[in-house]
């Protein structure tokens, strides 16, 4: 397993990090297409903090913000709310070596997990339908502001007023029940 010390987390992450934010895991990963090497001569890395999952090319992506996150031997794939499907390619033989990243799919998964308060589907546009939208009741970690957002299944018309009725009514509902 790479297990590094807290140098070998780029400077560019660590000068990113917020008073008392901490890195949990992080591993070597393929560089990104059409990246060069970095400014300190070391291969990319992807870095789990205590807020947020840092990209070998910078970006920062919240936990809160993280949707269905997938792991295989060659890459990681995840929905950024916002921003559509990321992926990270991951080390191989080809690109410097095995790497066990079973302590980053584990971090990733637990960050993301708990920043989930409600995950509740909601049939529509009946109560027996198979088809429906999701609200999600998210958290950053430590934080106290809730986001509420709703998933619509394949299919739902946005602009359907009953629709829109519909999410009013079961999220009064479910933060009633659930008290957020």
């Known amino acids: 397993m790479a297990w590094f010390g807290r ?13 008392g934010e901490r890195v949990l895991a992080h591993a070597p990963v393929a560089a990104p297409a059409g990246a060069g090497p970095s400014p300190e001569g070391r291969p990319p890395v992807l870095v789990a903090s205590t807020r947020a999952l840092y990209l070998p090319d910078g970006h920062a992506v919240r936990w809160q913000d993280i949707d269905r996150a997938e792991w295989d031997s060659e890459e990681l ?12 390619r991951l080390r191989t033989e080809l690109t410097g070596g095995v790497v066990d990243y079973r302590r980053m799919a584990e971090t990733v998964s637990e960050r993301v997990t708990s920043s ?32 509420w957002r709703v998933h619509l299944g394949e ?3 946005p602009n359907d007023p009953r629709l829109s009725d519909a999410v009013s ?12």
């Open 7 to 19: 140098d070998d987390v780029p400077a560019q992450v660590r000068s990113r990090l917020e008073r």
């Open 77 to 88: 794939r995840f929905i950024e709310e916002g921003h559509g499907e990321r992926t990270v």
């Open 116 to 147: 989930i308060l409600v995950n509740r589907f909601v049939p529509f546009p009946s109560p027996d339908s198979t088809e429906g939208f999701r609200l999600v009741a998210r958290r950053a970690p430590l934080g106290s502001e809730i986001d």
């Open 155 to 157: 299919g739902l018309d």
């Open 169 to 180: 009514r079961a999220l009064a509902l479910i933060r009633e029940q659930m008290g957020v």
